[in-house]
């Protein structure tokens, strides 16, 4: 596979690495931070032999790398985050342009199964009134969101499923929780890269599974492995869809 890297800062290396060890080739990298290792401005001639493009870049620049690779007519992953408010007008121009594209605010293939496990966790022990639920979460100091977009999506899941829970509670309390309300807490300190934990609680036992990660390198897995999916087909897909795919 024939790859660009749109953005060549921390992920689009990762990705790089990645790629070649896979025995694909980088044909394009395109950063206007790069002083000298990669091209400046997305040209068509810039990305001619490209078969996908990976875009790892920055929130503002997304749409308009969107609208430029659509007209070159490339498939297209983007793993830039916060840039959602976006996304029905980034669909509309993929659709008009007949690429594909796969966008996810998390490619690591280890959360995106873990959210599946959640599921049926949060399904079976919803049966048991016995079992209470609850979160947590852990990122380095200076990680300016809080909660998580994962711990975000973990608090729906569990809604979802266990339904004796309404109501997400991310802040400390100054009264006892009800019975209704899911306690998901955030801790911001050190330098972890991301733990999540979702814990299931009984007079009998604890379960607890946890997400750790261990480094970037698995998004880097995950929107590759989008990056050859999408090369074969046109449309606007989260990685979600790419996965059930797999799984299937
Ligand atoms: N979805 C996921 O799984 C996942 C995982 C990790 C990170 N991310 C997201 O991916 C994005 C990049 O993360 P990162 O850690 O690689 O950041 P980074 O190290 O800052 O790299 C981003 C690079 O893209 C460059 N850039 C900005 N505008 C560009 C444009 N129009 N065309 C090409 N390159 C451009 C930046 O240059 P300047 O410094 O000059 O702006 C920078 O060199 C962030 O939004 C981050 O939240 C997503």
């Known amino acids: 596979m024939n790859v ?11 990705v790089e690495q990645l790629a070649l060890s896979k025995g694909h080739r980088i044909v394009a990298r395109c950063d206007p931070a790069s002083r000298g290792q990669a091209d400046v401005a997305l040209s068509q001639e810039i990305l001619q032999d490209a078969d996908v493009c990976i875009e790892f870049t920055h929130p503002q620049a997304v ?13 297209l992953v983007v793993g830039t985050t916060g840039w959602y408010e976006h996304l029905s007008e980034a669909e509309s121009i993929v659709q008009q ?9 998390n490619f690591s293939l280890g959360v995106n199964l873990f ?5 049926k966790a949060a399904e079976l022990f919803n049966h048991f009134e016995e079992y209470d639920v609850f979160g947590s979460e852990i990122h380095h100091r200076q990680k300016v969101d809080s909660p998580s977009g994962t711990a975000k999506k973990l608090s729906e899941i569990v809604l979802k499923k266990f339904t004796r829970k ?21 801790i911001r300190a050190g330098q972890f890269p991301g733990i999540h934990s979702l814990t299931f609680d009984s007079p009998a036992d604890t379960i607890e599974l946890t997400h750790t990660v261990r480094s970037r390198s698995g998004f880097a ?28």
């Open 166 to 186: 309404k109501r997400v509670i991310n802040q400390p309390l100054s009264r006892a929780i009800t019975a209704e309300e899911l306690h998901l807490v955030s």
């Open 97 to 105: 342009n007949g690429i594909g594209l796969v966008y996810a605010p």
């Open 63 to 75: 749409l308009e790398n969107i609208r430029k690779i659509a007209t070159i007519k490339k498939p």
């Open 115 to 119: 959210y599946q496990i959640a599921e």
């Open 221 to 248: 897995v995950g929107a590759l492995l989008a990056a050859e999916w999408i090369i074969s087909r046109q449309g606007f897909f989260t990685f979600e869809q790419v996965l059930t795919d797999y799984l299937a």
């Open 4 to 14: 660009a890297l749109i953005g060549y800062g921390k992920m689009g290396h990762e």
